[in-house]
């Protein structure tokens, strides 16, 4: 038995394959998928063509039939349909096989129609072929995942984890971990055939991490940069800013430690559906809004509006506007203590407007002004605690938050988080719905949480 067969043999394996054997089922896996893709274009052609002109098939069929073949392989490739992630996750590669049909059968039309001859395109038999091909090539991928899930645990990229004088993380799930000086393995620049004998360790893996002392990465890292691998480096320093990429200014390196989450076009979409939603909806309550604002002035003596000053976009303050629902000698301006079910300070029109969430409408308002937007994280009144912890002070990721605008509703809403927070839990839950909203926006997920917004307006956490 080798020093490096001992060396791995130390640390438990996390996954049934051998990394060669990974890298061996993967491409087998990919030919398959290639060739079960392929025959189910052909198959589910020739469905058409049979109903079509039973018993044959012109040879323009077959003619156009092979150049089909050839363009959804190019499109499949390029929007990485038989990437590893497609033979392991179903959901990722039904989407990216349906989207490779959606373009091969947009370009096979367009030079249909460009040569004029869509009068002798069998239409039914067409329609009849794309439905059974998008038919079959759904069910052999989704086999194809199960089948990768249960003989490989659904994990086909092997990693190597070689430890030189550092500490492996907790719960590290790395294929192998090697022990280098168990192994006899130095990141020596001066030694060809140590790193020979590297390069032979390393070339079965497709992710290779080094835990070294600092003295050594310098060395580590030029070992791995010419190892035609993905090498990465723990630098447990860096967690705490947790980096987004590598930069350089005047020839010093930089961490990129933050970005915009939404690009330009992202926001002018974002903006466009505030404005086209909000004016609209103002004019139509118009008379309800008016009609609120004058039993608040009837229920109580005080301005109609609360103005309280709250953290927006960009850790920027902001005042955000609702209808007044608290008698003005009892309220507080930064928000310390939060509202509870038996409040004495809420009065007898504000405890129905907050109940139905009616006292939130002015701020309709702030999005037309550019404070707010419909959806997002919902703003904090700077005094904001849970329990008897500031909210920042809870979990220092609370900042991350106001990268986007604040919104009337969000993603934590209409899961339930709203109302008094009384323990570090009820601010935990919201900033993780928050952060999840952030990281995973889309113009569809904002339409989706105003629809659902419209079932919880009245909530039993809302007084």
């Keep these: 038995m080798s020093k490096i067969d001992l060396a791995i043999r130390g640390y438990p394996s996390r996954t049934p394959f051998a990394a060669a054997a990974k890298r061996n ?106 439905l059974s091909t998008v038919a079959l090539v759904i069910g052999q991928r989704l086999l194809l995942c199960h089948f990768v899930q249960r003989t490989c645990g659904g994990q086909l990229q092997s990693e190597l984890v070689i430890v030189d004088g550092g500490n492996v993380p907790d719960h590290c799930l790395a294929s192998d971990i090697i022990d280098a000086r168990t192994a006899s393995l130095r990141s020596d620049l001066d030694d060809p055939y140590m790193l020979n004998r590297l390069g032979t360790v390393l070339r079965d893996y497709d992710r290779v991490v080094i835990c070294c002392a600092p003295e050594r990465k310098g060395e580590w890292a030029q070992v791995l940069k010419g190892a035609n691998i993905q090498g990465e480096i723990i630098i447990p320093e860096l967690g705490e800013l947790g980096p987004l990429a590598i930069h350089q200014l005047s020839g010093v390196t930089t961490v990129v430690v933050s970005r915009g989450p939404l690009n330009l076009a992202d926001r ?54 609702k209808f007044r629902s608290m008698r003005v000698e009892t309220s507080d301006s930064d928000g310390t203590r939060s509202a509870s079910r038996d409040d004495d300070r809420i009065t007898r029109v504000g405890r129905f407007i907050r109940k139905t969430s009616i006292d939130e409408l002015p701020q309709l308002i702030n999005v037309l002004l550019g404070d707010m937007s419909l959806v997002g994280p919902r703003p904090h009144a700077l005094g904001s605690r849970a329990g008897d912890e500031l909210f920042w002070r809870v979990d220092r990721q609370y900042w991350h938050r106001h990268a986007l605008k604040p919104g009337i509703t969000g993603l934590a809403q209409i899961r339930g988080f709203r109302g008094a927070t009384e323990h570090r839990s009820d601010i935990v839950n919201r900033l993780e719905s928050d952060l999840e909203y952030l990281q995973d926006w889309s113009l569809m997920r904002d339409i989706g949480i105003l629809a659902r917004t419209a079932q919880v307006l009245v909530h039993k956490n809302a007084y």
């Design 25 to 130: 089922a993967k491409v087998w896996l990919c030919l398959t998928l290639i060739a079960a893709d392929a025959v189910a274009l052909l198959a589910g052609f020739a469905v058409g063509l049979q109903v079509e002109q039973p018993g044959s098939v012109s040879a323009n069929a077959l003619t156009s039939l092979a150049g089909v073949l050839l363009v959804h392989a190019g499109i499949a490739f390029q929007n990485q349909a038989y990437s590893t992630k497609c033979l392991t996750s179903a959901t990722a590669s039904v989407r990216q096989a349906l989207l490779s049909l959606a373009g091969t059968m947009l370009l096979f039309l367009l030079v249909v129609f460009s040569l004029k001859v869509t009068g002798r395109l069998p239409r039914f038999a067409l329609s009849l072929g794309i």
């Design 268 to 321: 002018a979409k974002k903006r466009a559906l505030d404005i086209l939603l909000t004016v609209p909806v103002l004019i139509m309550l118009l008379p309800a809004l008016v009609a609120v604002a004058l039993a608040i002035r009837f229920d109580s003596p005080g301005p109609i509006f609360f103005r309280q000053e709250r953290m927006g976009r960009g850790n920027r303050i902001f005042h955000i506007l």
